[in-house]
């Protein structure tokens, strides 16, 4: 049987990266592409929570982090497009 | 080891190396693409915890995010979605990497040789379609109407700045 624990290891693992990622990188695009990276961990470690408690409200959850995680990329988007509609060409730094 | 754990294991490694590759990558098509790698291979993961739904609905998630993310760097234009960040330290990111990735084998592994039998073996409908109708219908009635709701109010919130974006025009349209 899958050991619980080796799937929190992954879930907090890729919420570090995610962490490391979101201090370290500036454009907007990949600091949004890590935020949605330490979602999917968090839904992970969702997911593992609820198999290790044998309940399904994990997986209720998970969903619930997932529509988070879409409805930001979509409001994520229409603030880029109103960023770039507003940029001056010799802008700088770039933020995409 | 049993096949679930070399599934799990192989399924673990494509979602750590996409992250690693992610923090690598300047391309923003490029990081599109580990994003949407290191999704899958959690879904993989879900799959093998037993919870079928949650993965699939990650993965259109995910592909829904993808297409998003890929339309605005179209519309960046390779100019600026080439540029951007300069600011790296290699050096710590990887000593970081191998000793987060020597701690999760080695210590995880470790434990599981000193501790075994501690998981738990849910029933064979746990993750179902059954019992997460019968969850959602009951217990999460609250969570069921929020959902489409959150979602219906964040496509309003997108399609507003969309529109604000093309109906009032930056300093970027102004004649030089």
Known sequence: MLPVTNAFYLASLLLLIGLVGLLLRRPLLITLLFLELMLTAAQLALVASSRLWASIDGHALALLAMTIMTVQGAIAAGLALLWLRGRRPDEDPPLL | ?176
């Open chain 2, 1 to 176: 080891m049993t096949p679930d754990l070399v599934l799990f294991d192989v399924a673990a490694l494509i979602a750590l190396g996409a992250a690693v590759q992610l923090l690598r990558c300047r391309e923003p098509r490029a990081a599109i693409r580990w994003f949407a790698v290191a999704v899958a291979a959690v879904a993989a993961v879900e799959l093998l915890l037993l919870a079928p739904f949650v993965a699939v609905a990650a993965l259109f998630a995910g592909a829904c995010l993808v297409a998003i993310f890929v339309f605005v760097s179209d519309l960046a234009g390779p100019s600026v979605a080439a540029s951007g960040g300069r600011r790296r330290r290699p050096l710590l990111l990887g000593a970081a990497t191998i000793g987060v990735l020597a701690w999760v084998f080695f210590g995880t592994w470790g434990r599981q040789l000193a501790f075994p039998g501690h998981d738990l073996a849910p029933g064979a409908s746990f993750g179902g379609l059954r019992q997460l109708s019968a969850g959602v219908a009951s217990d999460k009635l609250v969570l069921s109407i929020a959902l489409p709701l959150l979602l219906f109010v964040g496509a309003l919130g997108a399609v507003a700045l969309a529109s604000r974006a093309e109906s009032e025009p930056g300093d970027g349209d102004r004649p030089r």
